[in-house]
């Protein structure tokens, strides 16, 4: 609980000091804004062309979109900046973490706030409303928590694998561009439907960087569109399970980092 | 063109030291062909007759597309914004170089660098596994070279101007996501503009972006040739002209009002 305690109170200290810049606060959400705009723009062309993308129609994926939105959304707000683990590392800033008697990963986490991700929440928000009452969902109490379980689970299975990449940097000095991959990735199965893929970015994204259980798995549970007769039709609940057991590995490799850690010296 | 090789020796050399960024640049680059060319493989299958040229040119359009990223887009607004955010903007200004060549001689270094030794390979990689054709002729070859270093001018520019907001805003990070989204799409990067309806086309059609990479590939493939190929070379090479003036009025404009922080 003190941790918790601790984490907020470092969380507004951030927050305060992000604040100075309104400017930057209103461009920045218009920015994420105009830039999603543009994302569902080009599958709209796509599908006015084609009218559908291997099986999903235009509502399906403005949802399959959002999905994956709402979980990255917390992340870019409160974990964003573990991408710039490696520019700590880098600049020997990190040292700051060790020498309190907190734990640097608290520390680390409340370092930053990103205040763009409140664009990312809005805009994800009003594409699942929007998708919900055009694709005429009617969902139940099971469903309604199973789709909160796979925005949190989103948030983990996110943070988790761009914590795992940065820690990368504790051996090979920087790992930006390890992060970026990941981006790239997600950027793949945010846009399209992961069956429109062939077999081998399907397993590679369900088994070995499993950002698939951010949007698709779920999506497929929460629109009805599981295949039963299919083998592996149950991943389609298995993203919490995914979530947690990432946090359990992360934790291990957080940990295994940290003893890795030579300061850089200045 | 002797500083454009220095600064191409200076990105050789920072790469030699994180080796590594070099196989995820190319394995980055291998996931957006891989991607794409699957996104215009399964759409095919659903509706042959919608694309309006065949499988093989679209692929062709949609690889390409990934392959000519990965050395076109070089960034000037990047170095610009972070001289600015550093202050080290001062240490720039004192060379003995009028400051937007060196911005060329920078990013033209760094594109020819990124040309040898992540898009050849991508290239290769692409002409290996994704059907990447060549292009039809050598006549064709020739003006897809022009077409592309005149869309690279326009997309400096573009970057250019962006940098030079960074003196004003002090920030660009926040302005570059609806920036690059926007120049993507209307440069046609993804999916060409004959796909887009009526509205947008005629807007695309309109602005400078699909200079950057609807046109050379357009011409690469073969829907552009003859003298619709040469109008949309001399279309580039307009508003390339008008890019460069108006870079080097705002920045003279911005130059007058560089306020330095730090020191």
């Known amino acids: 609980m003190d941790t918790l305690r601790l984490y907020f109170k470092l969380i507004r200290i951030s927050m305060q000091s992000r604040l100075q810049y309104r400017a930057d606060f209103i461009t920045g959400v218009i920015g994420v804004i105009v830039m ?33 939105l709402l979980g990255h959304s917390i992340f870019s707000l409160f974990f964003w900046h573990i991408r710039t683990l490696d520019d700590y590392l880098v600049q020997g800033t990190f040292d700051q973490f060790l020498i309190r008697p907190i734990s640097p990963f608290v520390q680390f986490l409340g370092r930053e ?126 993203s919490p399970v995914v979530a947690l057991a990432l946090v359990g590995i992360t934790a291990g490799v957080w940990r295994l980092a940290l003893t890795r850690y030579t300061s850089s010296g200045s | 063109m002797k500083i454009f090789w220095s600064f191409t020796r200076q990105a050789f050399h920072n790469t030699v030291i994180y080796r590594f960024e070099f196989w995820l640049r190319l394995v980055s680059a291998f996931l957006w062909m891989y991607s794409i060319q699957w996104v215009w493989r399964t759409l095919y299958t659903q509706r042959p007759g919608a694309f309006g040229v065949s499988l093989e040119q679209m692929v062709t359009y949609g690889v390409l597309g990934m392959v000519l990223e990965t050395f076109l887009d070089v960034g000037p607004e990047w170095y610009m914004a972070t001289q600015v955010r550093s202050g080290a903007i001062d240490t720039d200004l004192m060379k003995p170089l009028d400051f937007h060549v060196h911005m060329l001689a920078r990013s033209t270094g760094e594109m020819l660098f990124s040309l040898g030794v992540i898009s050849i390979p991508a290239l290769l990689i692409g002409y290996t596994l994704f059907d990447l054709q060549l292009p039809p002729d050598v006549s064709t070859g020739l003006l897809f070279g022009i077409s592309l270093v005149l869309g690279y001018l326009v997309l400096f ?12 805003t002090l920030d660009i990070r926040s302005i570059s996501w609806a920036y690059y989204s926007l120049v993507s799409f209307f440069a046609g990067q993804m999916v060409p503009l004959w796909l887009f309806p009526q509205f947008l086309r005629v807007l695309a059609e309109a602005l400078p972006f699909k200079s950057v990479y609807y046109i050379p590939m357009s011409i690469y493939i073969g829907t552009f040739t003859g003298a619709a190929a040469l109008q949309a070379i001399a279309f580039q090479a307009v508003w390339a002209v008008v890019l460069l003036l108006i870079s080097r009025w705002a920045w003279s404009r911005v130059r007058a009002r560089l306020v330095v922080q730090g020191g």
């Open chain 1, 36 to 68: 999603n705009v543009v994302n569902l723009g080009l599958i709209g062309i796509l599908v006015n062309r084609f009218v559908h993308l291997n099986g999903w129609t235009i509502w399906e994926l403005v949802f399959l979109y959002c999905l994956w």
């Open chain 1, 113 to 238: 706030i990103q205040y763009y991700g409140f664009a990312d929440v809005l805009f994800g928000v009003l594409g699942v409303s929007l998708a919900y009452a055009n694709l005429g969902l009617q969902w139940d109490w099971t469903k309604w928590v199973f789709f909160i379980l796979a925005i949190v689970s989103g948030t983990l299975i996110e943070t988790t694998l761009t914590l795992m990449l940065a820690c990368l940097a504790f051996w090979t000095g920087r790992s930006r561009r390890a992060n970026s991959l990941l981006m790239q990735l997600n950027v793949m199965i945010q846009h399209y439907p992961v069956d429109i893929f062939g077999y081998t970015f399907r397993v590679i994204v369900t088994g070995l960087i499993p950002v698939a259980f951010m949007n698709y798995y779920p999506a497929l549970m929460l629109l009805d569109k599981i295949d039963r007769s299919r083998d592996w039709w149950w991943l389609s609940y298995s």
């Open chain 2, 157 to 168: 520019h573009l970057g250019f101007l962006l940098g030079s907001l960074a003196l004003v």
